[in-house]
């Protein structure tokens, strides 16, 4: 289904403490990806998700001393692929890893993905999609079942099978993550990627070795008890999407599940972390 997106154009004073409280804010209330300027941050909402009322969360930012401002644009479907062909360069994730589109050169690395994104969540640029690439990096899952919860454009999962994985499962509620990730498997050359479109209803009832999930705080602590049934002993769970302030959330409900966190990235307040079973 084609979909409509509004692009909030945001400029923000002081701009490096105030983008990430904004960003923040933001995220909360179902933005799905930032682009940073150099005065502030371009914000994307689906517009079934848009009300005006949202710009009402950051009225108590302007009264603790920001000053923000902001102008609204439409952006048709057939319009995505210009904004993020505008600004999708290639990045490349310690000398290991690239990700690039089809349209950039190709990059001299062990592991080069090409990521068409779309309207679809994940090239790499974002902090959480950097940090879980990284811990794939540091933890290559070669010869494990995988599950990837929230793939976006499937990013995660193709890295996963060039690591060696070799039962995939790509999960995401959005139809359009759904196509792009199918589209992306097969630019990628993936065969033990199984994708689907759904929620936690589609994780088939077996064991994995290793799940990712990138998601946001509040569906994770709500599928925190379900990765824990389903990672096998000596397992690895790696979440992001949260922030800093959240980690002891997200630490108390793995604990009372049996998963207890070995270590954590932080990247510009955004948090990706491991745990164990």
Same mark, same amino acid.
């Given at each position: 289904?084609?979909?409509?997106? $509004?692009?909030?154009?945001?400029?923000?004073?002081?701009? %490096?403490?105030?983008?990430?409280?904004?960003?923040?804010?933001?995220?909360?209330?179902?933005?799905?990806?930032?682009?940073?300027?150099?005065?502030?941050? %371009? =914000?994307?909402?689906?517009?079934?998700?848009?009300?005006?009322?949202?710009?009402?969360?950051?009225?108590? *930012?302007? %009264?603790?001393?920001?000053?923000?401002?902001?102008?609204?644009?439409?952006?048709?479907?057939?319009?995505?692929? =210009?904004?993020? %062909? +505008?600004?999708?360069?290639?990045?490349?994730?310690?000398?290991?890893?690239?990700?690039?589109?089809?349209?950039?050169?190709?990059?001299?690395?062990?592991?080069?993905?090409?990521?068409?994104?779309?309207?679809?969540?994940?090239?790499?640029?974002?902090?959480?999609?950097?940090?879980?690439?990284?811990?794939?990096?540091?933890?290559?899952?070669?010869?494990?079942?995988?599950?990837?919860?929230?793939?976006?454009?499937?990013? &995660?999962?193709?890295?996963?099978?060039?690591?060696?994985?070799? +039962?995939?499962?790509?999960?995401?509620?959005?139809?359009?993550?759904?196509?792009?990730?199918?589209?992306?498997?097969?630019?990628?050359?993936?065969?033990?990627?199984?994708? =689907?479109?759904?929620?936690?209803?589609?994780?088939?009832?077996?064991?994995?070795?290793?799940?990712?999930?990138? $998601?946001?705080?509040?569906? *994770?602590? *709500?599928?925190?008890?379900?990765?824990?049934?389903?990672?096998?002993?000596?397992?690895? &769970?790696?979440?992001?999407?949260?922030?800093?302030?959240?980690?002891?959330?997200?630490?108390?409900?793995?604990?009372?599940?049996?998963?207890?966190?070995?270590?954590?990235?932080?990247?510009?307040?955004?948090?990706?972390?491991?745990?164990?079973?």
């Amino acid at each position: 289904m084609a979909v409509t997106y $509004i692009q909030l154009n945001l400029t923000i004073q002081p701009v %490096e403490s105030g983008r990430e409280v904004v960003l923040a804010v933001l995220s909360e209330l179902g933005f799905e990806s930032f682009i940073e300027r150099e005065h502030g941050l %371009e =914000a994307y909402i689906q517009e079934s998700d848009w009300t005006p009322d949202l710009l009402d969360a950051l009225y108590p *930012l302007s %009264e603790n001393g920001f000053d923000i401002g902001w102008s609204l644009l439409a952006i048709p479907p057939e319009n995505w692929n =210009a904004v993020w %062909e +505008s600004d999708f360069q290639p990045i490349v994730i310690e000398d290991k890893c690239a990700v690039r589109a089809h349209f950039h050169d190709p990059i001299d690395v062990p592991y080069e993905l090409v990521i068409t994104p779309k309207m679809s969540f994940g090239t790499g640029h974002h902090q959480t999609t950097y940090m879980m690439l990284n811990y794939l990096l540091q933890h290559p899952p070669k010869g494990h079942s995988l599950l990837d919860m929230g793939c976006g454009t499937g990013v &995660l999962a193709i890295l996963a099978e060039k690591l060696g994985a070799v +039962s995939i499962n790509a999960i995401d509620v959005e139809p359009w993550c759904y196509q792009n990730t199918v589209e992306n498997i097969a630019t990628n050359g993936c065969k033990n990627i199984t994708p =689907a479109e759904g929620d936690r209803s589609q994780i088939p009832p077996k064991e994995f070795n290793t799940i990712l999930a990138n $998601i946001n705080m509040n569906v *994770l602590l *709500l599928d925190i008890p379900l990765y824990a049934e389903q990672l096998k002993e000596d397992g690895s &769970l790696f979440l992001s999407g949260f922030f800093t302030q959240d980690i002891p959330a997200i630490e108390s409900k793995a604990n009372q599940y049996g998963l207890k966190l070995v270590d954590f990235q932080n990247k510009d307040n955004w948090v990706a972390a491991h745990f164990k079973r």
